[in-house]
T-cell receptor, first 115, second 112 residues
Framework: AQSVAQPEDQVNVAEGNPLTVKCTYSVSGNPYLFWYVQYPNRGLQFLLKYITGDNLVKGSYGFEAEFNKSQTSFHLKKPSALVSDSALYFCAVRRYGGSQGNLIFGKGTKLSVKP | DGGITQSPKYLFRKEGQNVTLSCEQNLNHDAMYWYRQDPGQGLRLIYYSQIVNDFQKGDIAEGYSVSREKKESFPLTVTSAQKNPTAFYLC???????????FGQGTRLTVV
């Protein structure tokens, strides 16, 4: 079965420290992977995606993600966290066998950055 | 500016009542989606549409219905058959297979 797992419900980080939000996936074929961020009572905003090419993908707001095929992971990272990064983060993978762009989402990880 | 507009932002439904959530996009995207978000459960796909006059059930379609009469519009009706409709509903669209999805700001539906 195709799936996405975000093993941590919440990640707590001090401002200025590096942050990592973990994501692992299970799909048939080559994965198309995405990260989104959601602020309270708002829609999702796109951060970055991996389709092919370099395993390190750079995205919006200083975020980056590393694709690791052997570990089937796509962890989101940022070298120095900001209080304003506090939000809910979703990892997603394109579903094979469905419509174009049809995504499977993880359950989300709440990031809390303390001053 | 291009984007997706969902309305209303907040909606209250009485028991046994049907309600319709609006989703309009001016991005010229072919594919549109409806997701339901519940705390701790991520996003679950309700319905999706790849072209006008065609749509497919997602993972949790029971108690919901949609239409796609225009490319720009993909309204979702929450029927009285949906026994637990209280949730945050998100509409999205995509331009293609490997492009990112654009999301609306969501509608929070509450049963009163």
């Amino acid at each position: 079965a195709q799936s996405v797992a975000q093993p941590e419900d919440q990640v707590n980080v001090a401002e200025g420290n590096p942050l990592t939000v973990k994501c692992t996936y299970s799909v048939s074929g080559n994965p198309y992977l995405f990260w989104y961020v959601q602020y309270p009572n708002r829609g999702l905003q796109f951060l970055l995606k991996y389709i092919t090419g370099d395993n390190l993908v750079k995205g919006s707001y200083g975020f980056e993600a590393e694709f690791n095929k052997s570990q089937t992971s796509f962890h989101l990272k940022k070298p120095s966290a900001l209080v304003s990064d506090s939000a809910l983060y979703f990892c997603a993978v394109r579903r094979y066998g469905g419509s174009q762009g049809n995504l499977i989402f993880g359950k989300g990880t709440k990031l809390s950055v303390k001053p | 500016d291009g984007g997706i507009t969902q309305s209303p932002k907040y909606l209250f439904r009485k028991e046994g009542q049907n309600v319709t959530l609006s989703c309009e996009q001016n991005l010229n995207h072919d594919a549109m989606y409806w997701y339901r978000q519940d705390p701790g459960q991520g996003l679950r796909l309700i319905y999706y549409s790849q072209i006008v006059n065609d749509f497919q059930k997602g993972d949790i379609a029971e108690g919901y219905s949609v239409s796609r009469e225009k490319k720009e519009s993909f309204p979702l009706t929450v029927t009285s058959a949906q026994k637990n409709p209280t949730a945050f509903y998100l509409c999205a669209s995509t331009a293609g297979d490997i492009t990112e999805a654009f999301f609306g700001q969501g509608t929070r539906l509450t049963v009163v």
